[in-house]
């Protein structure tokens, strides 16, 4: 099992910038690809944020995270990042990171962090 921990959420204005990392430990960070996903206030499932190969050749983004949100990882520091620019109140959520997700409609995922909460205020 990999531990995942999140980090950098927290009350920024609407149209600001955040940036979340998620620091992993256990196994070989490189041969994960890993996500975000997120969970909004009042729903129980969580979305899908963005993904990024192992190698940070290709990510994959929701179509809300287009030209928002960047997806990033550093291998030598076994860190992932999540850059949000131009947030709205309604990206407010608690951002999970997760490893190896294998169902991004679904959000399952080999490991999960403990989740980073992000509020947008309006």
């Known amino acids: 099992q990999v531990k995942l921990v999140e980090s950098g959420g927290r009350l920024v204005q609407a149209g600001g910038s955040l940036r979340l990392s998620c620091v992993a430990s256990?196994?070989?960070?490189?041969?994960?690809?890993m996500g975000w996903f997120r969970r909004a206030p009042g729903t129980e499932r969580n979305e899908f944020v963005a993904?990024?190969?192992?190698?940070?050749?290709?990510?994959y983004f929701a179509e809300f995270a287009k030209g928002r949100f960047t997806i990033s990882r550093d291998n030598e520091k076994n860190t992932l990042y999540l850059q949000m620019d131009s947030l709205k109140h309604e990206d407010t959520a608690v951002y999970y990171c997760?490893?190896?997700?294998?169902?991004?409609?679904?959000?399952?995922?080999?490991?999960w962090g403990q989740g980073t909460q992000v509020t947008v205020s309006s």
């Open positions: 997760a490893r190896d997700p294998s169902d991004l409609r679904n959000a399952v995922a080999a490991d």
């Open positions: 256990g196994g070989t960070f490189s041969a994960y690809t």
């Open positions: 993904a990024i190969t192992g190698s940070g050749g290709t990510a």
